[in-house]
């Protein structure tokens, strides 16, 4: 849900999920009538804000931002009733209107002007929020009074700001017109194209909204201002400005940390007993039990510790109290290390958050496929730490430089916005032989330099240094996993855009090769099976095959198969939209570090496809 500052007026609703990856903190949000603005962490009310408990991640967050991170949160939220002047139509994500020009949307007026100018009313209503809009007052068609739209192009620059278009600086030139000067923002054509958009002024000046986009808008456009509109802030910024359509996506980019929920014990009551060991229940081991079971009732942990009785959490906590400590301070910055030796252990789990079944290989795949683990049920929390614009961060979070990443909130944040979700998914473990072994072959070897070639002139264009190559495994394991999304996608009922990926792979004395292919949602228990029932040895063989088949001919043969990455210092090789690219909430890369030439046979590289025929 989102509320409009100042007034505080019910505009909206969203998912949990959408405000981490869509219209998270700083972004703008496109409403029927109105567009707004998420503000920063420091407008938001806490009191209806749920901690989450996921230690990894909290840990991961403070190597980023700093030990003062306190806690990850839930977006505040009361479930709805019939009452729509409740408490629960008051609480939300704060919002404000942004841009803050609006246009009158009547053809024949086209005003445009400030919301704040006197000449727009604010319409709302408690039955119908999503139908509050401004309104003009010069009486269109019909005598109604025409709805005032938001403006529809914004400043930002490389370094995160963004800023209302000047619209009255661009129709002037450049020069000072003064006050009370009346704008109009008119179109004299149909095509939508820029040039046909004008902005004219009562004193005769105009000029098209082309000379302000485009390789010459610098000389149009003034210096960035350095605002962030979520903080309310400015600060200083040399960073050439660039004029964005209104919606555009690259006008926000999340900047995340996610992790699964692995289990720290066998026993489900022990598992849960740890999740809020350090935020809760490690005070109470030093009580004695009567007061300890009196004051475990109180906190607010008791809701899903109360199935195993007062008696049985008591004596999961004398048990955790005499373990050895888990190691938090592992300085390593690899989430996904923990979680590989969780999907590898060879045994069946059995927890609310966390439950994996092996599953016999597929005859037909035994040679270079070591394991397939079930996952009917896991729990994935993720952390917005950051965002960027105009780009998006870097392919690993570590190598976006801080200028780039734009602040939540005002100084060092206490606390960040989180989202957790459960589903289900596929764990498939290569063997580490086969990969070694394909790895050094001389075809393999030089399709490699070719691949590191055009890594490196990619970091380049965007100055940072050349190093951080993924990896060779990582490129065929990551194109394995496009693969299988869009044939899982046509057999188990979910959308393409709806299964993720996590690839494991790297060398060394833990060496990796795997991926994990999942779904989940918010707001659920979980998912409803389609997936897991999917990862059975009579259907997954043949749903590898079929996958297979469809990635050695691409619909953009043979231009996607010949295509070089150092012409255009691309990170994909042979790979496009009409084979391997995924949505963007599936893939973990942006597409990036793809190449079916080390999957399988293609048409001009038919010798280094590690599942050649």
């Known amino acids: 849900m989102s509320s409009l500052q100042p007034r505080n007026l019910r505009v909206g609703a969203l998912r949990p999920n959408q405000l981490l ?18 503000l920063g962490l420091a407008h938001w009310d806490l009191t209806h804000s749920m901690p989450v408990t996921e230690d990894r991640l909290l840990t991961a967050v403070r190597r980023r931002l700093g030990s003062q991170v306190e806690s990850l949160r839930l977006p505040p939220h009361l479930p709805e009733t019939s009452d729509l002047f409740a408490d629960w139509t008051r609480v939300g994500v704060p919002v404000a209107l942004f841009p803050t020009w609006l246009r009158c949307s009547d053809t024949r007026c086209n005003r445009l002007a400030p919301a704040d100018s006197g000449l ?29 739209v938001p403006a529809r192009f914004v400043l930002a620059c490389d370094n995160g700001h963004l800023d209302d278009f000047p619209w009255s600086y661009v129709a002037h030139g450049g020069a000072d017109p003064g006050a009370d000067h009346s704008l109009t923002l008119a179109e004299r054509g149909s095509t939508g194209e820029a040039a046909n958009i004008f902005i004219s002024c009562e004193c005769k000046a105009s000029r098209p909204m082309s000379v302000a986009i485009g390789l010459h808008a ?59 060991w350090s935020s809760e229940l490690h005070l109470l081991a030093g ?21 195993y009785g007062a008696d049985r959490v008591w004596a999961a906590i004398q048990r955790r109290s005499k373990a050895e400590p888990d190691d938090e301070s592992d300085d390593s910055d690899d989430l996904r290390k923990p979680e590989w030796l969780a999907f590898t252990a060879g045994t069946s789990t059995e927890l609310p958050d966390f439950t994996t079944r092996p599953e016999p290989v597929p005859h037909q795949h035994r040679r270079w496929l070591r394991e397939v683990v079930l996952v009917p049920r896991l729990r994935e929390v993720s952390a917005l730490y950051g965002f960027t614009r105009i780009d998006a961060p870097e392919w690993d979070v570590l190598d976006t430089p801080d200028q780039r990443r734009a602040p939540l909130t005002l100084g060092k944040p206490t606390w960040l916005p989180c989202a957790e979700m459960r589903g289900e998914g596929i764990f498939l473990r290569v063997d580490e032989e086969a990969v070694v072994e394909w790895e050094h072959r001389p075809e393999v070897k030089q399709r490699e330099k070719l691949l590191i070639r055009a890594h490196d002139l990619w970091r380049a264009q965007r100055k940072l240094a050349p190093e951080q190559w993924p990896g060779l495994r990582y490129v065929l394991l990551h194109t394995f996993a496009h693969v299988l999304i869009r044939e899982l996608a046509l057999e188990c009922g979910y959308s393409a855009a709806g299964i993720g990926e996590r690839v494991y792979a790297w060398p060394g004395d833990t060496p990796s090769a795997g991926i994990l292919l999942y779904t989940a949602a918010p707001d659920s228990e979980g998912t409803l099976g389609g997936l897991v029932s999917l990862g059975r040895t009579d259907r997954l063989g043949q749903l590898v095959e079929r ?64 599942l050649a025929r």
């Open 547 to 610: 996958a297979l088949d469809a990635a050695r001919l691409c619909s953009s043969d043979p231009l996607c198969a010949e295509h070089d990455p150092t012409v255009h210092a691309r990170l994909s090789a042979a790979a496009c939209h009409a084979c391997l690219f995924a949505a963007e909430t599936s893939c973990e890369r942006g597409n990036h570090y793809l190449d079916r030439a080390l999957l399988v046979d293609t048409l001009t590289d038919p010798g280094s496809g590690f």
């Open 287 to 307: 009580l004695d039990a009567e007061t300890a079971k009196k004051i475990m009732q109180t906190q607010s942990c008791w809701i899903e510790l109360r199935p």
């Open 21 to 38: 990856h869509t219209y998270g903190v700083g972004s703008v949000a496109d409403l029927p009538n109105l567009s707004v603005l998420t």
């Open 120 to 148: 727009f009313e604010l319409l709302s209503s408690p039955y119908q929020p999503d139908r509050a809009r401004y309104v003009h007052s010069c009486r269109g068609n019909g005598n109604s009074r025409p709805t005032a």
């Open 218 to 276: 610098e000389k149009t456009l003034p210096a960035c201002r350095g605002r962030h509109p979520h903080l309310g802030t400015y600060e200083p910024c040399d960073a050439p400005t660039r004029t964005l359509a209104l919606g555009a996506t690259n006008s926000w980019f999340a900047m995340q940390l996610r992790v699964f929920s692995l289990p720290r014990s066998e026993h489900p009551v022990d598992q849960v007993v740890a999740k809020f």
